[in-house]
């Protein structure tokens, strides 16, 4: 079966609905690749996702948790914290909780006490007893750049106890939310 010819009108017509389409079809590349964009930005400069895997933070914190971080801001007293710490052998990033920040000094006494600046640092999130390690020594005068850090579950952490203060620039970010799956 032949076609009639289109006229000129219904050829101008199809041609403008061809071009409308392409124009819609190129906006909504335009907007995904935006979308995406800000997403990479949001999700690798601004923000991190981190899962909980062990129990160094309970009961603040535990394994299946996940907690969306800030990459941007600075680091205070009680804020928990993701970080890497060097010379360790596995590369996993830790998350612990800051307890002396630079200018402080640290000391843990003999009850398994935290002291900060003399005084006993009140910790409600703190479970078990808080033991010093022989390797580090005691009262201990954080520097500059120098953050103290601690798990939660005192009994069961591998912290600043172990490996020191940490360097600023090993702090990964701060926790801003939690987020509980499946509890």
Same mark, same amino acid.
């Given at each position: 079966?032949?076609?009639?010819?289109?006229?000129?009108?219904?050829?101008? $017509?199809? *041609?403008?609905? *061809?071009?409308?389409?392409?124009?819609?079809?190129? *906006?909504?590349?335009?907007?995904?690749?935006?979308?995406?964009?800000?997403?990479?930005?949001?999700?690798?400069?601004?923000?991190? /996702?981190?899962? /909980?895997?062990?129990?160094?933070?309970?009961?603040?914190?535990?394994?299946?948790?996940? !907690?969306?971080?800030?990459?941007?801001?600075?680091?205070?007293?009680?804020?928990?914290? /993701?970080?890497?710490? +060097?010379?360790?052998?596995?590369?996993?990033?830790?998350?612990? *909780? %800051?307890?002396?920040?630079?200018?402080?000094?640290?000391?843990? +006494?003999?009850?398994?006490?935290?002291? %900060?600046?003399?005084?006993?640092?009140?910790?409600? $999130?703190?479970?078990? $007893?808080? +033991?010093?390690?022989?390797?580090?020594?005691?009262?201990?005068?954080?520097?500059?750049?120098?953050?103290?850090?601690?798990? +939660?579950?005192?009994?069961?952490?591998?912290?600043?106890?172990? $490996?020191?203060?940490?360097?600023?620039?090993?702090? /990964?970010?701060?926790?801003? !939310?939690?987020?509980?799956?499946?509890?």
């Amino acid at each position: 079966m032949d076609r009639e010819p289109m006229t000129p009108t219904q050829a101008i $017509y199809w *041609r403008r609905k *061809r071009h409308l389409a392409f124009k819609v079809r190129i *906006r909504l590349l335009i907007s995904l690749i935006c979308t995406a964009a800000v997403a990479l930005i949001l999700f690798g400069v601004v923000f991190g /996702i981190a899962d /909980i895997s062990g129990n160094s933070m309970h009961p603040a914190l535990a394994s299946g948790d996940w !907690i969306l971080f800030s990459r941007i801001g600075g680091y205070g007293a009680g804020d928990i914290v /993701i970080l890497k710490v +060097d010379g360790q052998q596995n590369t996993d990033e830790y998350i612990k *909780r %800051v307890v002396g920040v630079p200018g402080d000094t640290l000391d843990i +006494d003999g009850a398994g006490h935290v002291l %900060v600046n003399g005084s006993i640092l009140t910790e409600p $999130y703190a479970m078990g $007893y808080t +033991d010093q390690k022989s390797y580090i020594k005691y009262p201990l005068a954080l520097q500059k750049d120098e953050y103290f850090v601690l798990g +939660d579950n005192r009994e069961n952490s591998l912290d600043s106890r172990n $490996y020191g203060p940490i360097k600023g620039g090993d702090i /990964i970010g701060k926790e801003k !939310i939690i987020i509980r799956i499946g509890k």
